[in-house]
């Protein structure tokens, strides 16, 4: 259960990542500019902020089974058709698909947690099925540089394809084995977290509250997220001359960071760590990290994009899962499809800004040194609200 539900997070967004990759090759094979390939991710994550916000409510109503078919056969179709060779409109086309597939993820493995998993496991297990999303850059960033040279990117994202469609009926066969919970006896908590959720008094406020505050932080922190993402391999070919499979690399490494760090921070929420602590600190550590990236291309200097790399794979990657489990705290199981479509809905929005921002600043005559600037008061922004955050927190205390 644990492995298909980190695999249904992660599954949409591999196209995203194998193209990022692989972008030196796109560009050059496609003909398109720097803008246009941002553009792709745009595309992509602005699909993903429509869908999640209106297809909350209809998620809430759907069967799990029927939603991971759509999670898995949309993801599939996107790849697959990305795998034709007929231009960059296609793949376009190709990339919005898969941004639609990124609108019920979140909400229906939430759910599943909820509905199907004790609450002893609940927050830890949301940071492991989190993960999948860096599960996907690292699968992404390493097998499609690898695949692009025996078959191309295409035939790359034909793999991905395949893979997508065996990984449906794998979870249509795992959630028939995994049946409901029994109901909360009457007069206890339905709410799908732990003893730590909101006193009844003032409770449907202060959820609400929450809610718009962690689709804030995730908007803003999805710019600067994405603004990275997408152009890392290619700051990494470009401006430090590494190869196409050692520019993968980079975005594979910070996968693998990133899957550490959104582990730690469930286990972290798990044994009753505040969001907002934790959110200022992945704020502090992205700042950090995007400043290491302005100066490795100041200085020209390897270690220090490697060192950039491993705070942005520590930091900014990990927020998704403080966002999730902060949700699942405070969120009855009715209800999660459409607040965590709404969370969901702000990161993807933050997700469609920064590449096509960053590709306009890459392309301008600031180029990357602009574009690192931007990063860095993005998450400064970020945290400025994390303060905030820890300081209303200890208002209420």
Known sequence: MLAILLAAVGIAPLLSYGLNATSDLVIRDLGISESQFGLLATVCFGCAAIGNLAFGKFSDAQPDARLMLIIFGTAALAMGLAAVDAGYALLLAASGIAGFAQSFPNGVTNRILAQRVPSAWRIGWTGIKQSGVQVSQLVGSLAFPVLAAFIGWQGASLAGAVVSAGLALLALRVLKSAPLLAAPAPGKSSRSGTENSEPAAGAAASTRF?????????????????????????????????????????AAVAGIVGVSARVGCGQMMSRGVAAPKLLLLLALLATCGGTSFL????????ILLWVAVALHGASALGVSVVLMAALLRVVPASRLGSSSGLVSAGQFGGFTVGPLAMGLLVASPGGFTAGWICVIGVYLCCTLLGAFLVLRSARRR
């Not at 505050?213 to 152009?231: H, K, M, R």
């Not at 890392?232 to 590494?242: G, H, I, K, P, T």
């Not at 100066?295 to 390897?302: I, T």
């Open 210 to 250: 929450i809610i718009y505050a962690l689709s804030l932080f995730g908007f803003i922190n999805g710019v600067g997220v994405q603004a990275t993402n997408v152009y890392l391999a290619l700051f990494a070919v470009r401006e430090l001359d590494f190869s196409l499979v050692a520019g993968g690399l980079t």
């Open 295 to 302: 100066l490795a291309q100041q200085l020209h200097s390897p």
